[in-house]
């Protein structure tokens, strides 16, 4: 016996100190074709990330940040602006539309202004756009509506709700299916006609205790997050365009 449990071997493993960290951190990844530009370089090891990678959805990522489970990640703009006290934007990036988000989908059996009193299922990958469509039906279409969160991916098309929201890749795989006489509605192309304005669903952020404690360890996250990106949309954009055609085929 080595007086350690497995489970305490795995946790260090897990949390195992990079060269370049001081202190090990976890980085939570947005497991979605539209994050491949950042997530790509990282996983193929183009970046030596210094922190260790937790993938999930993006309301995954809300719980376990403002839980302190993680300490940065890609979380829903809407978790953020309600946590300002807690969290702190990293990197200046975003996941963000200026019109069509084209993975941010609702899908409806009606046109959306027939959509009164209709009872719509809310992505349970997501709570931006969940808050988003509500405010585009509610303000822009003068609909009252029952919402129903999922708790799991549910397909559109197998389902019994009138009008279903999906996002990510869940909702790239329904769009694909073309269904006839199924309306779909992208909320980012919707959120530009009736504001003019882009619409921002996610954003990198750090818990703010985190980068107080450990500022230099964040600057080279930062950095190398940054650096992702670029190499994403360069170097390693082909590889890009063929891992998200791999994951979603059209």
């Known amino acids: 016996m080595d007086g350690e449990c497995q489970l305490q071997k795995d946790i260090k493993k897990l949390y195992s100190v990079d060269k370049d960290c001081k202190i090990a951190l976890s980085l939570g990844q947005v497991d979605f074709v539209n994050c491949l530009p950042i997530n790509l370089p990282i996983q193929m090891g183009e970046i030596d990330m210094s922190a260790s990678i937790i993938n999930a959805v993006p309301s995954k990522l809300n719980t376990l940040i ?28 975003c996941i963000a539309s200026n019109g069509p988000a084209d993975s941010v989908l609702l899908f409806s059996k009606l046109p959306i202004e027939k959509l009164q009193r209709v009872d719509i299922a809310l992505s349970h990958a997501s709570a931006t756009s969940n808050i988003l469509l509500e405010i585009i039906l509610k303000k822009f279409y003068k609909l009252n509506n029952r919402f129903d969160p999922l708790t799991s991916y549910t397909s559109f098309i197998d389902s019994n709700y009138t009008a279903a929201l999906l996002i990510g890749d869940y909702a790239l795989r329904e769009a694909n299916k073309a269904v006839e006489n199924i309306f779909v509605y992208d909320l980012g192309a919707l959120w530009k006609t009736y504001t003019g304005l882009p619409m921002v669903f996610g954003i990198w952020v750090v818990r703010s205790e985190v980068i107080e404690k450990y500022p230099e360890e964040i600057k080279t996250i930062s950095n190398q997050l940054r650096q992702a990106k670029e190499i994403g949309l360069t170097s390693m954009f082909n590889k890009v365009i063929k891992t998200a055609q791999e994951t979603v085929p059209i």
């Open 66 to 93: 403002l839980n302190s489970k993680i300490d940065i990640a890609p979380i829903s703009s809407y978790a953020y602006l309600k946590n300002k006290d807690k969290l702190t934007p990293i990197a200046n990036l």
